[in-house]
């Protein structure tokens, strides 16, 4: 069941990225559409794994060792 769900998500992941790619070509409002929401939650997740990095570097010390 968890392998259907990540396919699932891979295929929406790769149908995104080909809707952005359209769009920048001047694909259908509807591709712009999709383009658009896959390009926001794109930074909410770099966001995100910016926001986890920093406060794993924080709880850890820092020092490196």
Aim: aromatic residues 4%.
């Amino acid at each position: 069941m968890d392998v259907l769900v990540l396919a699932g998500l891979l295929v929406l992941v790769i149908g995104g990225c080909v809707c952005v790619v359209w769009a920048s070509r001047g694909g259908p409002r509807w591709v712009r559409g999709v383009a658009a929401v896959t390009l926001v939650l794109g930074e909410l997740a770099r966001a995100s794994a910016k926001r986890n990095r920093r406060g794993s570097v924080n709880q850890s010390g820092g020092d490196g060792d």
